[in-house]
């Protein structure tokens, strides 16, 4: 059993105890979540979302990615910037699939 939920703008293919890295969510480690958004379950597709239908996942990591360095240069200025970015994210692990 599959089911392709949404978290955060992006659409997400899942299984029972797959592991899924999406944008922060504001929850400790630990802590059941359930997510309602779900555009379809096996065969079954939602018109945009299907009824009833929902994934519990648990939260099992908050942490951020590796860093990303960002050069900002303007040759006829003599400016030159640099910055850099690590971005935040979640680790969910898929308990269930409810339809």
Excluded: W
Excluded at 27 to 43: A, P, R, S
Excluded at 77 to 85: Q, S
């Amino acid at each position: 059993m599959f089911a392709i939920i949404e978290i955060g703008g992006k659409q997400y293919k899942v299984a029972i105890k797959d592991e899924i890295y999406v944008e922060k969510i504001d929850k400790k480690v630990g802590e059941i979540i359930k997510i309602d958004k779900v555009l379809m379950v096996d065969d079954k597709i939602g018109t945009p979302y299907l009824p009833n239908a929902f994934v519990e996942c648990e939260i099992a990591k908050q942490g951020k990615q590796k860093k990303l360095t960002i050069i900002h240069h303007i040759s006829q200025k003599h400016h030159t910037r640099k910055y850099g970015h690590r971005q935040p994210y979640t680790k969910l692990i898929v308990k269930s699939i409810k339809f």
